[in-house]
């Protein structure tokens, strides 16, 4: 089984600022990954897959990077909606979630 | 729009089943695989199985492997999880997802809201 680990567990930034969250896969996914964003009591959303494609609808400033095994999601300008937790997510082997990451209000 | 509707959940004790249901609308679901995703309170997200757009073949997590049975009826647009000898471990909102193509191989693009399963005696 492939294992997703994200880091850190949570991260603190401002409003405005950049944010930048990272997945590490246990062998190589190519570019067979995806990150989603959950909002508390509500369903994940599909934010980024092939690694650095948006989603329908995901504003620019979600942006994904990486191959192989190690990734970055970067949101370049935080609002207020995009406090939550992330999650990143391969489907080169099965599929297998990283633990998540939560983006917090500093 | 997209929409997938989850139902079935509830209480119930170790050991017996319960079978969820996920009403599909707004696109062919005869042309999607399909997923169950389950996520224990306060805990990460578990992809639980998977079904083939024409239900001929299906995958399973080993945690769930001879005890669940995912299945689909695309006259009725609606994917179920049956789920037997269940046990506590089994307790976590259960969603269905729609995999970008028909083959269960990808990522999920839309979800349903989810049904939450509570497994105590």
């Known amino acids: 089984e492939i294992v997703m680990t994200q880091s850190p567990a949570t991260l603190s930034v401002s409003p405005g600022e950049r944010a930048t969250l990272s997945c590490r896969a246990s062998q190589s996914v190519s570019s067979n990954l995806a990150w989603y964003q959950q909002k508390p009591g509500q369903a994940p959303r599909l934010l980024i897959y092939?690694?650095?494609t948006r989603a329908t609808g995901i504003p620019a400033r979600f942006s994904g990077s990486g191959s192989g095994t190690a990734f970055t999601l970067t949101i370049s300008s935080l609002q207020s909606e995009d406090f939550a937790v992330y999650y990143c997510?391969?489907?080169?082997?099965?599929?297998?979630f990283g633990q998540g990451t939560k983006l917090e209000i500093k | 729009q997209v929409q997938l509707v989850e139902s079935g959940g509830g209480v119930v004790q170790p050991g017996r089943s319960l079978r969820l249901s996920c009403a599909a609308s707004?696109?062919?679901?005869?042309?999607?695989?399909m997923h169950w995703v389950r996520q224990a309170p306060g805990k990460g997200l578990e992809w639980v199985a998977d079904?083939?757009?024409?239900?001929?073949?299906?995958y399973y997590a080993d945690s769930v492997k001879g005890r669940f049975t995912i299945s689909r009826d695309n006259s009725k647009n609606t994917l179920y999880l049956q789920m037997n000898s269940l046990r506590a471990e089994d307790t976590a909102v259960y969603y269905c997802a729609r995999d970008e193509q028909g083959f269960g191989e990808l990522f999920f693009d839309y979800w349903g809201q989810g049904t939450l399963v509570t497994v105590s005696s």
């Open positions: 707004g696109f062919t679901f005869s042309s999607y695989g």
């Open positions: 997510q391969q489907y080169d082997n099965w599929h297998t």
């Open positions: 092939g690694a650095s």
């Open positions: 079904v083939w757009y024409d239900g001929s073949n299906k």
